[in-house]
């Protein structure tokens, strides 16, 4: 027999009666945090540009108190005092470095791992084993780090959750590019699989896939060159990194029972083949 009285915040057809209305069934139910009168932490790692830094900036706009990690500590320590945050230096490569990070953040709600990035695009049989092996480190066991030294605080937050910034690299694959695309993919998977782990705990997973942005990503690729770099771009309009950044924001600030497992965000002139549309 149907039960008179409404639904929990958990579910059931009261609930979403009023989802379906346009009705927040949580309003007026405080997450851990706000019952406890403090702010919302949210670490952001690879802090000191791009979409790192956009993500801090926009999480700061939100009200988060953010902490930013990245090797180049005087980026960091500038952009922290600018919107408000705290600047740890952070080396994903290293055990000793996260541990100490994660240390100094304290309580965390939110991670969002962005760390990461790509070097080289030499096919197979010419594989740099050095890029590889960078590639490795900083996207995967990197992003395992930082998840497994915070994943304790997260889960005790009540409402924690991590972002991974990935990239569509992670569903595909291109000629050049598999010392990336399987960094991307392992990263991915490895993300993906935790939340199939910790179902049922008060922690949360969103994977975020981008496509073309215009950072530093390719300057990086390319060892400095900017020319090369900036023929990645020729006669496209890319995403920015603000683009992104609002992307995280607002997923950081969903209700407690919305999980977006997946985003997949690219510019309107790439298709998800892998084709451009340049303008030259």
Known sequence: MA???PASRTGGPAAHEELARGVDATAGQQRPDEAAGRRRTAVVTGASSGIGEATARALAAQGFDVVLGARRAD??????AEIGGRAHRLDITDQDSVE????AAGPVDVLVNNAGGAKGLAPVAEADLDD?????ETNVLGTLRV???LLPGLIDSGDGLVITVTSVAALSSYD???GYTSAKHAQALLHRTMRGELLGKPVRFTEICPGMVETEFSLVRFKGDAERADNVYAGVTPLVAADIADIVAFTATRPSHVDLDQIVVRPRD???DGRVNRRI
């Open 132 to 136: 590889w092996r960078w590639m490795w």
């Open 270 to 272: 790439q298709a998800h």
């Open 176 to 178: 050049g590019g598999a």
């Open 147 to 149: 998840t497994k030294a």
């Open 100 to 103: 100490a990070f994660a240390a």
């Open 75 to 80: 980026r960091i320590d500038t952009i922290a």
């Open 3 to 5: 039960s008179d009285q």
